[in-house]
């Protein structure tokens, strides 16, 4: 199975901050590879897929990027709304996997 | 509106089965793959299983944790989606989450969850 580590497990930040998220895979998985972003009991939302690529509707302070394979994820602006619990996924092969998922807390 | 809808979640013993419904609203359920992923209180999330489209011969990829356990299949004149959980574990117990697969394989769009409880 290919493992995603993704770092750091927590952060703590103030609103207009840049924050930075990355997850790294244990083998080549091209750029398949998504992030989501999940609020306290709802569901994941698509923020990123094929690395890079912003879905329709998500603000343009999200980014994503890859070299290799590490993967991140950056928030350029933080905004009150952007407090949640980020993942990344790989769809490269089967089993899917999700990274254990990043909390970003106020400071 | 893309729209996905779960239900069937609940309280279940150890040993027993269940089966989730998925209702597809919004879009061309019959074109897409379709993935389960859970997620057990305060943890991950879990990806559960893939039911592939008409076009694949609707077929299926599942986990290890719940290979030979769980199975999906849809209904595809009513738009719906099911897992059938058997002999289900204390380790079953989470959220479980109905979600599409898009063109580009990532999931873009999840329905709202059902909570499932294995306990005696």
């Known amino acids: 199975d290919i493992q995603l580590t993704q770092f750091p497990s927590f952060l703590s930040a103030s609103v207009g901050d840049r924050v930075t998220i990355t997850c790294r895979a244990s083998?080549?998985?091209?750029?398949?590879l998504a992030w989501y972003q999940q609020k306290p009991g709802r569901a994941p939302k698509l923020l990123i897929y094929?690395?890079?690529t912003l879905q329709s509707g998500v603000p343009s302070r999200f980014s994503g990027s890859r070299s290799g394979t590490e993967f991140t994820l950056t928030i350029s602006s933080l905004q009150p709304e952007d407090f949640a619990t980020y993942y990344c996924?790989?769809?490269?092969?089967?089993?899917?996997?999700f990274g254990q998922g990043t909390k970003v807390e106020i400071k | 509106e893309v729209q996905l809808v779960e239900s069937g979640g609940g309280l279940v013993q150890p040993g027993g089965s269940l089966r989730l419904s998925c209702a597809a609203s919004?879009?061309?359920?019959?074109?897409?793959?379709m993935d389960w992923v859970r997620q057990a209180p305060g943890k991950g999330l879990e990806w559960v299983g893939r039911?592939?489209?008409?076009?694949?011969?609707?077929?299926?990829e599942y986990a290890a944790s719940v290979k030979g356990r769980f199975s999906i299949s849809r209904d595809e004149s009513n738009n719906l989606l099911y897992l059938q959980m058997n002999s289900l574990k204390s380790d079953d117990t989470a959220v479980y989450y109905c979600?599409?697969?898009?063109?580009?394989?990532?999931?873009?769009?999840w329905g709202q969850g059902t909570l499932v409880t294995v306990s005696s």
């Open positions: 996924q790989q769809l490269f092969n089967f089993p899917v996997t």
């Open positions: 083998q080549d998985i091209s750029s398949y």
């Open positions: 919004g879009f061309t359920f019959s074109d897409h793959y």
């Open positions: 039911h592939r489209n008409r076009a694949k011969s609707y077929t299926t």
């Open positions: 979600t599409r697969s898009s063109d580009t394989r990532d999931f873009d769009t």
């Open positions: 094929a690395a890079s």
